[in-house]
């Protein structure tokens, strides 16, 4: 499944998941975002493997949120672009 | 960590031949870390593109931005860099790239999209004594009333910046829409005519040769900040071409992201 969302006066944010058993399995995110340290996309995909399909947006931005440390810096998209993207994508 | 200035710095100038795409890749990430660690002096690299490429953003995926039958009709070649942004379509003669290292004591106490306008502050100026109107227009682009000019990226690592910047110098809009996927996503969006008015490259803006405006782009950079000729060090050249044979010419590199 395939999600992509830009961001208002930002990125592109793309997302490409598979569901297993109603929760969210190999996620890839992906876009000409800007993001400092690059591990920090590991992080980020890691924090959206494991939802639940009926997450909302806000649980998902929450999660994303949660699981990045505050040295990291994300320009041209935020944590709620990135659950728009996966919203789409589950759509 | 306080700011200093650009005067601050013994400027170093690097305007070597023509490079593999790979081995630019290589030489930005080697060269941050040597401008970081204090062994060479604040750089600006002016680059010559070995052959033509499409290089990608560092989170941008390859099946996304990329077309295999277009790449292989064209005989090109998928390259990653280590600074985040969009993919861009490279054909020597029609490119001007630079990158600017320096320590991040530069740009401290600004923001990334702060930085980016003020490290392309010279380019600006060299523009409009081309006679060239061109400005930032947030994040990463520099732009003028006819059209995007050039697109820019950051990353700041091992306590140094790496600014570089692609310019369009001139551009073959049909056949990059064959090569990127985004390309064709837009001409699909607004039609042919504004999708290869889009951009509006150096060459028609202002008449001169490629080499041209690129004298002139060394010249200011000169006058404002100091600049003085350079070259790669051996071991500097070296590190890079390992780093082309480790990561940068790999195909777990490049398909980092699939």
Known sequence: MHGEYKTPGGKLVVVDLELEDGHLARVQVSGDFFLEPEEALEAINGALEGLPREATEAEIAGRVQAALGPEVVMLGFSPEAVAVAVRKALA | MSRTGWKDYDWQLLRDGPMSPALHMALDEVLIYEVGAGRRRPTVRIWEWGGPAVVIGRYQSVKNEVDPEGLERHRMSVVRRITGGGAMFIEPGNTITYS??????????????????????????????????????????????????AGAAQTRRGGAVLHHVTMAYDIDAAKMVQVLRIGREKLSDKGQTSAQKRVDPLRSQTGLPREAVIDRMVETFDSLHGLRQDALKPQELEAAHALVESKFGTREWVHIIP
């Open chain 2, 100 to 149: 600017l290292y320096a320590p991040q004591e530069l740009v401290a106490g600004m923001s990334f999209q702060e930085s980016y306008a003020f490290m392309d502050a010279w380019v600006l100026e060299a523009l409009k004594s081309l006679g060239v109107k061109a400005w930032y227009q947030p994040i990463n682009d520099i732009t003028s009333e006819g059209g995007k000019i």
